[in-house]
T-cell receptor, first 114, second 111 residues
Framework: NAGVMQNPRHLVRRRGQEARLRCSPM?????VYWYRQLPEEGLKFMVY????????ESGMPKERFSAEFPKEGPSILRIQQVVRGDSAAYFC????????????FGPGTRLTVL | GENVEQHPSTLSVQEGDSAVIKCTYS??????FPWYKQELGKRPQLIID?????GEKKDQRIAVTLNKTAKHFSLHITETQPEDSAVYFC??????????FGDGTTLTVKP
């Protein structure tokens, strides 16, 4: 049973470009969470999604950031017009359901904005 | 919203000693409290968790206690080993929703 997968593992973008980060949850998991981690800092919640629904996006910046979790395929975190301050590690986690809500993390995508 | 405070931010112990990390939370509705270990450059890994209907849980050298009245929970590691050195994060979660993490504790176990 493969764990949570994220790709790419490393992503370099120039200011103004778009970044697309992908997350495939563990098999059978229908809940996905995205977090941002700056160097030597904690994990900051961004968004919580279930298939085809955004449940809680209170941690998402109001502009440039969006997330989706379609019926088929991975969850996508999209950052438009990236700025240097977007450089961070982005982790996704998945859980089975609301009762079995242990979150298992992917390896992260390290975004560098030049 | 929920606010989680974690102390200490750094902790250094001698191999074989015990380590204790404490977290307090603000939202009494939070009902799930996991602890994660993160090694440098790696993903956070769940090491133990506790739900609000339980006061204590133990797994070998690791234990977690929860005081709902005081709204705090603690991680206890006994007989520490150098491989326990890592950053530890606590979190408070309500019904599988938004997760609020503490700022982390860097644990160093000296051989």
């Amino acid at each position: 049973n493969a764990g949570v997968m994220q790709n790419p593992r490393h992503l370099v973008r120039r200011r103004g470009q778009e970044a697309r980060l992908r997350c495939s949850p563990m098999k059978g998991h229908s809940h996905v969470y995205w977090y941002r981690q700056l160097p030597e800092e904690g994990l900051k919640f961004m968004v919580y999604l279930q298939k085809e629904n955004i449940i809680d996006e209170s941690g998402m910046p109001k502009e440039r950031f969006s997330a989706e979790f379609p019926k088929e395929g991975p969850s996508i975190l999209r950052i438009q017009q990236v700025v240097r301050g977007d450089s961070a590690a982005y982790f996704c986690a998945s859980s089975l359901d609301r009762v079995k809500n242990e979150q298992f993390f992917g390896p992260g995508t390290r975004l560098t904005v030049l | 919203g929920e606010n989680v405070e974690q102390h200490p931010s750094t902790l250094s112990v001698q191999e074989g000693d015990s380590a204790v990390i404490k977290c307090t939370y603000s939202d009494s509705a939070s009902n799930y409290f996991p602890w994660y270990k993160q090694e440098l450059g790696k993903r956070p890994q769940l090491i133990i968790d506790i739900r609000s209907n339980v006061g204590e849980k133990k797994d070998q050298r690791i234990a977690v206690t929860l005081n709902k009245t005081a709204k705090h929970f603690s991680l206890h590691i006994t007989e520490t080993q150098p491989e326990d050195s890592a950053v530890y994060f606590c979190a408070a979660i309500f019904n599988a929703g938004k997760s609020t993490f503490g700022d982390g504790t860097t644990l160093t176990v000296k051989p």
